[in-house]
């Protein structure tokens, strides 16, 4: 008995290939098309190759609009024929050259190597190079595997197969008239009636083998936009600045916090949340949600990445827009999470399960709650809380406003992996009186008194948070450095990180970034050479 096996390896692995290149092509325009005001208009404004003059003139107003129609239009179709293995030849052709487009806007080699890349510091190779090179193989392989091509090229009613004589009464059956050891369609059997509808049947369940994988692929996609919504970091949908990384002075040192190593300077959440201290100007908040939709918070989050930044402080209601961004860039940033506890569920502390859950590194108690709870002499809970933490294996924190509740803690022995305090000084013009500053006050009641707390200076006693942070062998991460915008970085940076600070956690829209790296690392330079800093580093 001859031996068949279903599948042919060789076309097996050709065919997982275009199928693969082919659902990548297909995503990214599906997606654009859901995105509905996608543009590569940014994308090509900041392209920074040889070729940049050329992409420019696309990125015009005039042209923008073709150009978007015809790159959404090539991916959708080029992936779909890839995928299905239709006219196969042709969609590899164009996919070749569409990649060919993408690769020399930004080349991996020159000065568009010197502003850095999407996926790391590669030198004429990247992902794009490698794609394009399989598509060619593919061009020019006499096989593209299994596919409609081949459907089309193998079916019965093809005009070299006749039909058979010997059938039974009302029915036809079609086999090859081609010799049997020398036609590919029959794999070698004999051309019976049996063996030729079965065959026929084997083909065509080969080559249409891309139907149902199309299917699956399809419905996991949509339930995970469903899940998460339209992926925002398809293919040129986000941009960032490249012409702005050029500026970077140099790389962030880091510093080391339990077993995590961190860049010393650290993006602030409240921006991206959405939570503006703004004194008296009521619409900041909502001009800050305004401005960072989840596209331009993911475009910041990409830049602060790749100007060095590896760390951000975020509040608890921002875990899940994390999770998404970690999940679709498979970006490598830590993520600290401020948690309090859950007065409303019987296990207080489910705040902490639930930033495990959603993959944060690292937890902290959030400033207002330890306050509140040394206030109220609640220190079980404060004990409890970094136990809970350390329980599920990830370095604890502890924030504070009022300085007296780090001293306080301390002194009970309640110890974190590390201090996140308000450090800044209070020589500017909105900061209220020294003698009518009080414990506890921040996040409270806010005065209609101009001499009083209203949402104002954050640090209310920084000679004596000066001399705990100088006193501690913890770690201390110094928060609102600029007393939210009232103070240049300049300034800032140089207080808290001369006067102790280990790290700086800012809040930073994306065209601030690139400035305060360099502002970190000017400051840096002048604290080793002026020796103004007391304390050894953590």
């Known amino acids: 008995m001859l031996k068949h096996n279903f599948f042919s390896w060789e076309k097996t692995l050709v065919t997982l290939l275009r199928m693969a290149i082919g659902w990548h092509f297909l995503y990214e325009g599906v997606a654009k098309i859901i995105a509905g005001n996608w543009s590569s208009q940014s994308y090509l404004a900041n392209t920074s190759g040889f070729l940049s003059p050329f992409y420019h003139c696309l990125a015009s107003s005039s042209a923008i609009g073709v150009v978007d129609w015809l790159n959404i239009i090539g991916l959708t179709v080029i992936g779909l024929a890839l995928f299905m293995g239709f006219f196969t030849r ?35 190779v990247d992902k794009l190079f490698i794609e394009a090179t399989a ?27 006749v039909q058979n004589p010997a059938k039974d009464e009302g029915q036809t059956t079609f086999v090859s008239a081609v010799n049997p050891a020398k036609d590919e369609a029959t794999d070698g059997f004999t051309p019976s009636e049996a063996t030729g509808k079965l065959h026929t049947r084997r083909e065509a369940l080969k080559n249409l083998i ?42 962030l040192p880091k510093g080391k916090i339990g077993n995590h190593q961190l860049s010393r300077l650290i993006m602030g959440g409240n921006l991206i949340g959405g939570w503006a201290h703004a004194r008296d100007l009521l619409y900041a908040g909502s001009l800050f949600k305004a401005y960072n939709t989840e596209k331009k918070v993911f475009e910041t989050l990409m830049l602060g990445e790749q100007a060095g930044i590896n760390c951000i402080n975020i509040g608890y209601p921002t875990m899940a827009m994390m999770k998404k961004y970690k999940k679709v860039t498979g970006s490598k940033i830590k993520v600290i ?62 924030g504070a406003h009022t300085i007296d509740s780090l001293i306080i803690c301390e002194e009970k022995g309640i110890l974190p992996d590390y201090y996140m305090k308000t450090m800044h000084h209070d020589n500017y013009w909105s900061a209220h009186p020294r003698e009518n500053r009080r414990p506890f006050e921040i996040d409270t009641m806010q005065s209609s008194d101009h001499n009083m707390f209203h949402d104002n200076c954050f640090c209310p006693f920084p000679d004596r948070t000066v001399e705990f942070v100088n006193s501690t062998k913890i770690p201390v991460m110094g928060f609102k450095v600029l007393a939210a915008g009232a103070i240049a970085p300049e300034d800032g940076f140089k207080w808290a990180l001369g006067n102790g600070a280990d790290f700086i956690c800012v809040g930073m829209f994306d065209f601030q970034i690139v400035h305060d790296v360099n502002v970190c690392l000017d400051t840096l330079a002048a604290i080793e050479m002026e020796k103004i800093r007391k304390r050894p580093w953590a």
Request: net charge negative.
């Open 337 to 398: 999470v401020q948690v309090g506890l859950d007065e409303n569920n019987k296990d207080i502390y489910d705040n902490v399960t639930q930033a495990v859950d959603h993959g944060m590194d690292i937890i902290q108690l959030q400033g207002n709650w330890c306050d509140w709870l040394v206030r109220d002499g609640r220190f079980d809970n404060i004990a409890a809380l970094l136990e809970r933490i350390r329980s599920h294996g990830l370095t604890a924190g502890m």
């Open 135 to 161: 598509l060619a193989f593919l061009f020019f392989s006499k096989d593209n595997g299994y596919g409609l091509d081949a459907l089309i090229k193998n079916t019965t009613f093809h005009p070299d197969k």
């Open 210 to 251: 891309s139907l149902p994988v199309l299917g699956g692929l399809g419905v996991s996609a949509y339930f995970t936009g469903k899940q998460y919504g339209v992926d925002a970091m398809s293919g040129a949908t986000v941009q960032v600045n490249r012409l702005a990384l050029s500026d970077l002075k140099g790389e």
């Open 90 to 124: 042709w969609a590899t052709l164009g996919g070749v050259c569409l990649l060919t487009l993408y690769y020399f806007a930004y080349p991996p080699f020159g000065v568009s190597l010197a502003m850095g890349v999407h996926d790391g510091s590669v030198f004429v």
